[in-house]
T-cell receptor, first 116, second 115 residues
Framework: GAVVSQHPSWVICKSGTSVKIECRSL??????MFWYRQFPKQSLMLMAT?????????EQGVEKDKFLINHASLTLSTLTVTSAHPEDSSFYIC????????????FGPGTRLLVL | AQKVTQAQTEISVVEKEDVTLDCVYE???????LFWYKQPPSGELVFLIR??????QNEISGRYSWNFQKSTSSFNFTITASQVVDSAVYFC????????????FGTGTRLKVLA
């Protein structure tokens, strides 16, 4: 149980294009979903928290116009990197919790983004 | 402020050795949760355990065991008879009410188990 998927697992794009990453909870309804970014050999950095049907809460320093998050249903959240640039290249990981922020987070397999 | 410290950046052991990964946390909350996750080379974080601050019982799950000591603010993880498949980065995390339960991750410990 508690399986989270992400799609795509790998994406390479040209600078200036937008990329959408999907995060789905497959066998449970996720009240809250989280988006993280991880640089090589570093820990995870929380980008934003999203609750179904409401606007995402972004962490300080994360550009909300650059990283658009939509949590349209209890099983799907999307992260769109708009006008991607090489510095946006990273490993993006989503997680989902059952029942709210205080519950255990289950993580997706991550999406590796390379912007050329 | 909340903080998680994993002082061991990288550990190498030979297969079948026991290994302990250290995790020290800081929080002023009385109610909080501690977690361990495993991140293999594939990248996905695998949930291992969650502990709440009121439950100091040690936990054992197969070759894995966890020692939670509030007196020293530590939540250490031991792998008994390590295997090559245990090679991964292990993250300790803390969540607490004053931080709106956002995860505070440690910097991770890279474990290499050599055959």
């Amino acid at each position: 149980g508690a399986v989270v998927s992400q799609h795509p697992s790998w994406v390479i794009c040209k600078s200036g294009t937008s990329v959408k990453i999907e995060c789905r909870s497959l066998d449970f309804q996720a009240t809250t979903m989280f988006w993280y970014r991880q640089f090589p050999k570093q820990s995870l950095m929380l980008m934003a928290t999203s609750n179904e049907g409401s606007k995402a809460t972004y962490e300080q320093g994360v550009e909300k116009d650059k990283f658009l998050i939509n949590h349209a249903s209890l099983t799907l959240s999307t992260l769109t990197v708009t006008s991607a640039h090489p510095e946006d290249s990273s490993f993006y990981i989503c997680s989902a919790s059952i029942g709210g922020v205080q519950e255990t987070q289950y993580f997706g397999p991550g999406t590796r983004l390379l912007v050329l | 402020a909340q903080k998680v410290t994993q002082a061991q950046t990288e550990i190498s052991v030979v297969e079948k050795e026991d290994v302990t990964l250290d995790c020290v946390y800081e929080t002023r909350d009385t109610t909080y949760y501690l977690f361990w996750y495993k991140q293999p080379p594939s990248g996905e974080l695998v949930f291992l355990i969650r502990r709440n601050s009121f439950d100091e019982q040690n936990e054992i799950s197969g070759r894995y065991s966890w020692n939670f000591q509030k007196s020293t603010s530590s939540f250490n993880f031991t792998i008994t008879a390590s295997q090559v498949v245990d090679s991964a980065v292990y993250f300790c995390a803390l969540s607490a009410d004053s931080g709106t339960y956002k995860y505070i991750f440690g910097t991770g410990t890279r474990l290499k188990v050599l055959a």
